[in-house]
């Protein structure tokens, strides 16, 4: 799943070719129909297709950001203002394209459910391999309030003292750290590769419960977590199995990773071993992690 910095990338390579136009005409899936249809939610969220197409249609893409995992295409028509919030998923990707041809890999080009198009033959598409990306047009953030209760940017000023507070809560002392910093509540965007990563290098074994944790230690996580993160934008992010950046480029930080997929340890040779934590795949070294 696309954490943190990989998005990152598709907003920055987003940004640039979609502000400031409008869309002609939306486009959706007969496979998002026909589930919405039969009473199973798909892609689209929040709303029936046709709503969303007609919702869709004139309005003016004025900004594109990022928010943890999650993309916002602010929207404006006229006097009316709406948010086109995205979540990747395991497998969504955004192409840029003059024509469908254009995208390279067949089971992207297999799997597309929307596109947005532009002037003549300029298209925004949406491919989701697995569909569990969404889609969900809002008139504003409060209007689907999980997005209010997603953690501090970990950049900006006030998320390591945000990180302290919630990780010291009672209901997060017996959890493992992992699972706790991979919580939105408590740390946006770190999601599996990147807790992975960083609790390697503090060397704390994943399933430590969080209140065996010194301060001074949690304030170190975290720092190695934001260092980790950007290190991981800078690279492009981490282009593994099915996540791609804007029409199909792949980043470079999984070649950089020293914990995530590695059959052994890099520092001391013992091969690794796994364990599930909050329904994630996690691998440790068990002679460095402890």
Known sequence: MPELPEVEGVVRSLQPVVAGKTIRHVEVSNTIC????????CIIKGMDPET????LKGTKIMDVERRSKYIYFFLEDGADEAILVNHLGMTGAWFHVHSLN???EEKFRKHIHVILAFEEDEFLVYADIRRFGELRLLDSIADHPPLLEIAPEPFSPGALEYFLMKSALPKYANKPVKEVIMDSHVVAGCGNIYATEALF???IHPNRKMARISE???KDLFAHIVAILQESIEAGGSSIS???????E???MQNRLQMYGRKACPICHTNTK??????????YCPHCQH
């Open 34 to 41: 026909t589930s919405i249809n039969k009473g199973k939610a």
């Open 250 to 252: 792949a980043g470079s």
């Open 216 to 218: 001074k230690r949690k």
């Open 102 to 104: 254009e995208i390279k």
């Open 201 to 203: 290098r503090m060397k």
């Open 52 to 55: 969303f197409s007609n919702r």
């Open 242 to 248: 099915d996540y791609r950046n804007i029409n199909g």
């Open 274 to 283: 796994q364990m599930v934590i909050a329904g994630r795949n996690s691998v």
